[in-house]
């Protein structure tokens, strides 16, 4: 409503119409809002103070984003001369701060998009190349390289304070739309049809991102109902603490599914060959000093 100067309330006695849509709110601003109790018109004033429910909704996710981080930390120590390890100790980081930006989202949703972009750009390329590769891909490797190029849209935004749209259309939001479609059909074609027959840690990845994209799905409907005449849970701010309940819980069951998952799926594996190549050089090297003294 802070945008909207044709409500009929007051701000510190004078008509919200006079501030034009660019008023921006200060900590003991009195807003004078009619109310019509038993017939009558009274005007109820209310004094504005700091909202500290941004900041508990912001520290809810620290617990799934403080999480991926140290998943990570620990797949680069267990699995990290792997190159899925690697590349799977950057999706987390990626995780991380994507949970993070969240949190931020009152202040600036670009920074958000940006992180959330890259991380469905990163599990896109990880379900291709784990835990088998997908050869008619992996043949067209810059085939790869546009899942990343979307990014550019949310950057482009965050620089320039321009929103892309093409009609009614949000840029944004529909290439999100389609990182999930691919998303979905990949993760049923490789992941269920294909590589759970052989390695059965994948459960457990599918597990984690159907759990995550079912809490995404009720965050994002909780999200866009807040601005129903009639909110979810007959309440804005309550339908916002459970969307960031609903965030912080998924989140934190995502991290350590995955996680679990992908060591089991990569301890199946073993290790790759340019691994054991470069482990028996070094095997080869020190007996060879050992030898030479």
């Not at 709110?25 to 009558?40: E, K, M, N």
């Not at 009614?168 to 979905?184: D, E, K, N, Q, R």
Request: charged share 10%; aromatic share 12%; net charge positive.
């Amino acid at each position: 409503d802070r945008r909207n100067a044709n409500l009929p309330y007051t701000i510190n006695g004078v008509e919200r119409a006079v501030y034009g849509e660019n008023w921006q709110p200060q900590l003991g601003d009195i807003i004078g809002r009619p109310v019509l109790r038993d017939g009558q018109t009274l005007d109820l004033p209310v004094t504005l103070d700091r909202n500290t429910q941004l900041i508990y909704e912001g520290l809810s996710l620290a617990v799934p984003a403080l999480l991926a981080i140290g998943c990570a930390v620990w797949v680069l120590r267990r699995w990290g001369d792997e190159p899925n390890g690697q590349f799977y100790a950057g999706l987390m980081l990626v995780q991380g701060l994507a949970m993070a930006a969240t949190g931020t989202l009152h202040i600036n949703i670009d920074l958000a998009q940006i992180f959330y972009m890259a991380f469905f750009a990163m599990t896109i390329d990880f379900i291709l190349r784990f835990p088998v590769p997908a050869r008619r891909v992996y043949q067209r490797r810059w085939v790869l390289w546009l899942l990343y190029v979307p990014i550019l849209v949310p950057v482009f935004s965050y620089l320039t304070g321009i929103t892309p749209m093409i009609g009614a259309w949000h840029v944004g939001f529909t290439l999100f739309f389609v990182y999930i479609a691919m998303l979905i059909v990949l993760q049923t074609l490789k992941w269920l049809r294909t590589d759970t027959r052989t390695y059965k840690g994948v459960w457990w990845l599918l597990v984690g991102n159907y759990f995550m994209g079912a809490g995404g799905a009720l965050a994002t409907y909780l999200g866009i109902a807040t601005e129903f005449p009639e909110p979810p849970l007959g309440n804005v701010s309550l339908a916002q603490v459970v969307l960031f309940a609903v965030l912080a819980v998924t989140g934190t069951v995502f991290v350590l599914v995955q996680t679990v998952g992908f060591h089991r799926t990569q301890s199946q594996l073993g290790a790759s060959l340019l691994t054991s190549i470069t482990s028996t050089d070094s095997r080869r090297t020190s007996h060879t000093l050992s030898v030479g003294q």
